[in-house]
């Protein structure tokens, strides 16, 4: 089946870090990524949505220069906090479309990466 | 926008069988899904309808579709422990393969003994 890894799965930062997190389909192309967020007991946001090759498209109300999306590969997407923040702890989550699920446009998810801004 | 709605908590006992609704509000929806959601843990889907089928059953799992009411459920037979998690119901419109998908609230399933 379609495997998505995120690493890290867990990083703790100093405020005013900027922290990378990776996410890579491993066992198929991925023409669309998403990065989601999540905060606790609550549902998953959707932040943006990038193309292999193209910039990302920020959902309303995320900023584009604090959360930084590339897509440089089929296979790999990261997104960068940048100057983190406390605020910004959260549990990131990214998916991949691409393969088997184009067609059905279901969603591919990685493990998702818990960050602690301290 | 479109929303995806759901009730926030379920509990059943180990061996009933639970029942996840959703509602949602885009009539344009090609496909719904059901995403399951272990604590610390990404999503897996659990299964798919088409916006042009009523029903699909896949072992444990059958999920419902009345497109004219916009409602979709999940019901999970001989409920068992493991299968305590969030369910997260999605949509997605037609808009074309860069779609993106609305998730509902999750649903938190609690089994009991």
């Known amino acids: 089946g379609a495997v998505v890894s995120q690493h890290p799965s867990w990083v703790i930062c100093k405020s005013g870090t900027s922290v990378k997190i990776e996410c890579r389909s491993l066992?198929?192309?991925?023409?669309?990524m998403f990065w989601y967020r999540q905060f606790p007991k609550q549902s998953l946001m959707l932040m943006a949505t990038s193309n292999e090759g193209s910039k990302a498209t920020y959902e309303q109300g995320v900023e584009k220069d604090k959360f930084l999306i590339n897509h440089a590969s089929l296979t790999l997407s990261t997104l960068t906090v940048t100057s983190a923040h406390p605020e910004d702890s959260s549990f990131y989550i990214c998916?991949?479309?691409?393969?088997?699920?184009?067609?059905?446009?279901?969603?591919?998810f990685g493990e998702g990466s818990r960050l602690t801004v301290l | 926008g479109e929303d995806v709605e759901q009730s926030l908590f379920l509990s059943v006992r180990e061996g009933d069988s639970s029942v996840i609704n959703c509602t949602y509000t885009d009539s344009s929806s090609t496909y719904l899904y059901w995403y399951k959601q272990e604590p610390g843990a990404g999503l897996q889907l659990l299964t798919y309808i088409f916006s042009n089928m009523d029903m699909k059953q896949d072992q444990r799992l059958t999920v419902l579709l009345n497109k004219k009411d916009k409602h979709l459920s999940l019901r999970i037979a001989d409920t068992q422990t493991g299968d305590s998690a969030i369910y997260f119901c999605?949509?997605?419109?037609?808009?074309?393969?860069?779609?993106?998908?609305?998730f509902g609230t999750g649903t938190r399933l609690q089994v009991t003994l």
């Open positions: 998916s991949a479309r691409g393969g088997a699920g184009q067609n059905t446009g279901e969603l591919f």
């Open positions: 999605a949509e997605r419109g037609n808009t074309g393969t860069a779609s993106k998908l609305t």
């Open positions: 066992d198929f192309q991925a023409t669309t």
